[in-house]
């Protein structure tokens, strides 16, 4: 009896868009267009937590679209925003973003994560 030996399968490779401009990611559109949250311009860039914070705490509030309570959507666009930008972070940055959340947390009086 004899076995057959299989080739070894090259990965396939993804067809380029020629001559188009790349597509928007559904990430990037989902953070600009989100329905929950009406977002002030470039709040993920500010480099002070409190404000950052107090960004997502007055869209939230002031959210007539969300689904959920406040303190929810705006904790949930953060972690969004975080896990969407990922390794383009830098390590300064992504620190300032945490930092966001525990003063989300006190800005809604809830408890601190240890």
């Given at each position: 009896m004899t076995t057959k030996k299989h080739k070894a399968s090259k990965p396939k490779e993804r067809a380029k868009p020629r001559g188009r401009k790349p597509a928007t990611r559904w990430s990037q559109e989902a953070t600009e267009h989100s329905d929950a949250l009406d977002l002030e311009h470039d709040v993920f860039t500010l480099n002070d937590p409190k404000e950052i914070a107090a960004s997502l705490k007055r869209s939230a509030d002031q959210s007539h679209?969300?689904?959920?309570?406040?303190?929810?959507?705006?904790?949930?666009?953060?972690?969004?925003?975080?896990?969407?930008?990922?390794?383009?972070?830098?390590?300064?940055?992504?620190?300032?973003?945490?930092r966001a959340k525990d003063e989300l947390r006190k800005a809604f009086g809830r408890p601190a994560k240890n």
């Open positions: 679209r969300r689904k959920s309570d406040p303190y929810r959507s705006a904790m949930s666009m953060l972690t969004f925003y975080i896990n969407r930008a990922g390794t383009n972070l830098t390590k300064k940055h992504k620190l300032v973003l945490e």
